[in-house]
């Protein structure tokens, strides 16, 4: 178990660098960009820790059974009792994330679906005149989006920056 220093920072001090963790989470966009982030700043046995740590709540939240999920992911139980016990006090952060990749997969495995079925020939594929407008107007929603994002998450980096 990783352990802190003895030596106490000045708590206001500790309290910017937690701040300084939250904004750049909250501020990368791109997923190499993060991947290249936990590298450095994660062993490779802590982010492939955490990784289970996540797939265990997944689970939990799924109504799997301790046992199954000890046995598929090789865990203690005390591990799984952790993370199911901090899903029980509040669990908000593992909820959101389970949601965020339970529709990632729905989403993965419709595009999967549709292109299956466009190479068995059960969809006419639409013409591009079809498509044009419908994905000019789906892309620029999407980048209106993203962009909004982006100034919602530097608004929430900014707010607990020190006056």
Known sequence: MTKLSRIR???????HYINNLWSVFTL??????????FKDLFTHTEWKMLAKRLEIARRLLEGQKYETI???LKVAEHTIS???????????????????LTE?????????????????????????????LPNLI??????????????TAKSSAKKQLPA
């Open 9 to 15: 920072l000045d708590p206001n001090d500790m309290g």
């Open 104 to 132: 990632l997969e729905k989403d993965f495995q419709r595009k999967r679906e549709q292109r299956q079925a466009r190479i068995e020939r059960r969809v006419r594929r639409k013409l591009p005149a079809e498509t044009f």
């Open 138 to 151: 789906g892309e620029g929603f999407n980048q209106l989006d993203k962009a909004l994002n982006r100034r």
């Open 82 to 100: 952790s993370i199911s016990n901090s899903i029980e006090r509040d669990g908000s952060g593992f909820r959101r994330a389970n949601e965020i």
């Open 28 to 37: 990368m966009f791109d997923k190499q960009d993060v991947r290249a982030l």
């Open 70 to 72: 000890r046995s598929d």
